[in-house]
């Protein structure tokens, strides 16, 4: 035992501990491709063991913002390791590709064993979900840096696509339908307004708002965060998809427009989707002028595929036997910018 290092806050020992408890958690993702184990000091991916022909590698990295402070709150750490996969694989789903490898990075004050598992079984969770194999990560003690029960987690992960199914925005047209796939809450954007409108309005976490939800406040809100990659990927393969969207932060306004090329803009009809309560919760609460909601947060929607009209309905049969609720919400323009109808 490193006494001198323990000494400074450091526990090898819990460490160690820590490594032991979520092994059985990584080895539920392995996944053909997968080589070596936890431990090693690089992870390890077979790409030939899949017969890609011409391979292009699509990355991505993002962490879970201060949707964390909840979970430090509600002292609920099983589900944020499906928030971090989640933001990382749909990004690259964005591209058609295929997340294959994740690696995940927690630190934290103090290494808690038990409280490191539930973080790390979230993650193998959300892996699960998208298909990819969990083949590192790190796991770093840092006394002093994050208050008494606070950490950090972060991801990366890798996706694959064939070339020529690269999807890149060049085949959206005008007259393309927007095709929302249902979100299913806030998602991991924009939680530092909803901090402030729970604080604003001295709300307690650990109490339903019954107006939305039997639920804890708390556990409303940290519902995670809805990973699309088996059914989106299902729908590429069998459908005519020219872009692909993922509704984080900047919502509708930010996001849509990141498939177009210059000179189209999309229109969106409000009422073509169901807005979840949460969002009327945080509208309502927060005195959020309704326009500005759409700029800020997914409103019910967590990814968006633009296609011909004739492929609409093929595409949501396919997203429906994977339990997700889709619709038409709106088409590609000639006018740039984002226009949105809404209700009256």
Same mark, same amino acid.
């Given at each position: 035992?490193?006494?001198?290092?323990?000494?400074?806050?450091?526990?090898?020992?819990?460490?160690?501990?820590?490594?032991?408890?979520?092994?059985?958690?990584?080895?539920?993702?392995?996944?053909?491709?997968?080589?070596?184990?936890?431990?090693?000091?690089?992870?390890?991916?077979?790409?030939?063991? $899949?017969?890609?022909? @011409?391979?292009?590698?699509?990355?991505?990295?993002?962490?879970?913002?201060?949707?964390?402070?909840?979970?430090?709150?509600?002292?609920?750490?099983?589900?944020?390791?499906?928030?971090?996969?989640?933001?990382?694989?749909?990004?690259?789903?964005?591209?058609?590709?295929?997340?294959? &490898?994740?690696?995940?990075?927690?630190?934290?004050?103090?290494?808690?064993?038990?409280?490191?598992?539930?973080?790390?079984?979230?993650?193998?969770?959300?892996?699960?979900?998208?298909?990819?194999?969990?083949?590192?990560?790190?796991?770093?003690?840092?006394?002093?840096?994050?208050?008494?029960?606070?950490?950090?987690?972060?991801?990366?992960?890798?996706?694959?696509?064939?070339?020529?199914?690269?999807?890149?925005?060049?085949?959206?047209?005008?007259?393309?339908?927007?095709?929302?796939?249902?979100?299913?809450?806030?998602?991991?954007?924009?939680?530092?307004?909803?901090?402030?409108?729970?604080?604003?309005?001295?709300?307690?976490?650990?109490?339903?708002?019954? @107006?939305?939800?039997?639920?804890?406040?708390?556990?409303?809100?940290?519902?995670?965060?809805? &990973?699309?990659?088996?059914?989106?990927?299902?729908?590429?393969?069998?459908?005519?998809?020219?872009?692909?969207?993922?509704?984080?932060?900047?919502?509708?306004?930010?996001?849509?427009?990141?498939?177009?090329?210059?000179?189209?803009?999309?229109?969106?009809?409000?009422?073509?989707?169901?807005?979840?309560?949460?969002?009327?919760?945080?509208?309502?609460?927060?005195?959020?002028?309704?326009? @500005?909601?759409?700029?800020?947060?997914?409103?019910?929607?967590?990814?968006? $595929?633009?296609?011909?009209?004739?492929?609409?309905?093929?595409?949501?049969?396919? $997203?429906?036997?994977?339990?997700?609720?889709?619709?038409?919400?709106?088409?590609?323009?000639?006018?740039?910018?984002?226009?949105?109808?809404?209700?009256?």
């Amino acid at each position: 035992m490193a006494k001198s290092y323990e000494s400074a806050g450091v526990s090898l020992e819990a460490g160690y501990e820590g490594v032991k408890r979520i092994k059985k958690h990584v080895a539920r993702t392995n996944r053909l491709g997968s080589m070596g184990n936890i431990g090693s000091f690089g992870g390890m991916f077979d790409l030939a063991s $899949l017969g890609y022909k @011409e391979p292009i590698l699509v990355s991505g990295t993002d962490g879970v913002g201060t949707k964390l402070k909840l979970a430090f709150e509600m002292d609920k750490h099983d589900t944020i390791g499906i928030d971090a996969v989640a933001m990382c694989v749909n990004d690259v789903l964005a591209q058609g590709a295929e997340p294959l &490898i994740f690696l995940d990075y927690v630190a934290l004050g103090e290494n808690i064993p038990e409280k490191l598992e539930q973080i790390v079984k979230g993650v193998a969770d959300g892996c699960c979900m998208a298909g990819c194999a969990l083949v590192g990560g790190e796991t770093a003690e840092m006394p002093g840096m994050y208050g008494d029960g606070e950490y950090d987690i972060a991801g990366f992960t890798v996706g694959c696509v064939e070339k020529a199914n690269l999807i890149d925005g060049s085949k959206v047209s005008s007259g393309d339908v927007l095709v929302g796939i249902a979100s299913t809450g806030v998602h991991s954007n924009g939680f530092s307004l909803v901090r402030k409108i729970i604080k604003d309005n001295n709300l307690n976490l650990h109490e339903p708002l019954t @107006e939305y939800s039997e639920l804890p406040l708390g556990d409303f809100l940290l519902t995670p965060t809805r &990973i699309y990659v088996k059914q989106v990927l299902d729908v590429i393969k069998n459908c005519d998809v020219h872009g692909v969207a993922h509704i984080t932060g900047g919502g509708f306004d930010e996001n849509i427009p990141r498939i177009l090329k210059e000179g189209q803009g999309i229109f969106v009809e409000e009422g073509s989707w169901p807005i979840l309560p949460v969002f009327k919760f945080l509208e309502k609460y927060g005195k959020v002028p309704h326009r @500005e909601m759409f700029n800020i947060y997914n409103m019910g929607i967590g990814m968006v $595929l633009a296609m011909p009209e004739a492929e609409a309905k093929k595409a949501i049969d396919i $997203l429906a036997k994977y339990g997700d609720k889709a619709y038409v919400i709106g088409k590609v323009t000639d006018n740039p910018g984002v226009a949105i109808k809404l209700v009256d």
